[in-house]
């Protein structure tokens, strides 16, 4: 009787004790607060480097700064190239939910490439279309277009009598028309030319001390020099001389070391368009650009060392190399450098 009595206070003890463990939990989820349930689509705490607020604010940074860059340079082609990075960027987030490291990594790599190749191409076209040079550099206060080039081996001479040239390989002549509403004083220039997609910078050739016979050439087989008379149509003497009238048109040639090794029909096929930068007294910039081969039916006079040397070179003309002074060749003459 005693063992079932204590049995029964056991199992009565431990029904209680059940109890008010339950009681308690009870209790203890009435007092925990509330969980906010997540609705559908709600991201979660992204980490800093994926925080919208620092590369909104970093990506307004650098635009203002390439804006100004581009603008400074007037050729935002190069911005392309800053553009390939970000469109790489782009696909790793596109595809970074495959779940095999491998097909993710050759995805972005495949389309990386894909997009390195489409934007060079785009480079190409806009350089073939538009020189990379903005609308309102074309035609504004000066127009002009690059007639002719001739890739001939000429001479930029230095003192009276000669002692050292310049060795200059390009000759442009120029024509341009003053359209700024006033005479416009012309101290500088530089040429860029578009050959098979690339911009390539002329050298220009030295103008201090310039006079109309400083260019020309050496004849080895008379020994003799032979120069250019450019007082009508050499582009640094003519705009030392005189300014260029409101609304004058001018045809001159212009003087360059490209470094380019162009014949015959070379010239035309692989240059498509030339950069014109003109720079006044006051080193404001006037600028043109002119696609080549011209359209401008025009006859050019070039050299010929043979009727020069017989005397029966042709008349003066305005857009003609024309013939001038010709003295012996002096035997210290030689190749720059220039002295100071």
Not at 12 to 23: D, G, I
Not at 170 to 198: C, K, M, P, Q, W
Not at 303 to 326: E, F, H, I, K, Y
Request: positive net charge; charged residues 20%.
């Amino acid at each position: 009787m005693r063992k079932r009595l204590c049995y029964a206070t056991l199992v009565a003890t431990r029904e209680q004790r059940r109890k008010q463990q339950k009681e308690k939990a009870r209790l203890a989820a009435q007092l925990k607060p509330p969980q906010a349930i997540p609705e559908y689509g709600t991201p979660s705490e992204a980490p800093w480097y994926e925080s919208t607020l620092l590369w909104g604010a970093l990506g307004a940074v650098l635009a203002i700064m390439l804006i100004v860059i581009g603008a400074a340079t007037k050729d935002l082609r190069w911005l392309l190239s800053i553009a390939w990075p970000f469109a790489c960027v782009s696909v790793w987030a596109a595809v970074k939910n495959i779940s095999s490291k491998r097909k993710r990594r050759a995805v972005v790599a495949i389309a990386s490439a894909l997009i390195a190749v489409a934007l060079y191409q785009l480079h190409i076209f806009l350089g073939s279309q538009s020189g990379g040079t903005p609308a309102q550099y074309t035609g504004r206060r000066v127009a002009g277009e690059v007639v002719v080039m001739f890739p001939w081996s000429i001479c930029r001479f230095y003192q009276n009598t000669p002692q050292y040239y310049q060795a200059l390989d390009t000759e442009l002549l120029v024509s341009i028309t003053n359209r700024s509403g006033h005479d416009l004083y012309f101290r500088g220039h530089t040429v860029e030319a578009l050959v098979d997609g690339t911009w390539i910078k002329f050298k220009n050739a030295e103008d201090l001390g310039l006079d109309q016979f400083s260019f020309g050439f050496i004849d080895r087989d008379y020994k003799v020099i032979r120069h250019f008379d450019l007082s009508a149509n050499g582009f640094d003497y003519v705009m030392q001389q005189r300014p260029l009238k409101n609304d004058e048109s001018l045809d001159a040639w212009m003087f360059f070391k490209s470094g380019l090794i162009l014949k015959g029909k070379d010239v035309d096929r692989r240059i498509k368009q030339f950069k014109v930068f003109l720079y006044d007294s006051a080193e404001d910039e006037y600028a043109f650009t002119s696609t080549y081969p011209t359209r401008r039916s025009t006859t050019i006079v070039i050299p010929n060392p043979d009727l020069w040397r017989t005397g029966q070179a042709a008349p003066l003309c305005s857009q003609c190399l024309n013939m001038g002074p010709v003295e012996p060749l002096p035997p210290n003459l030689q190749e720059e450098p220039v002295p100071k």
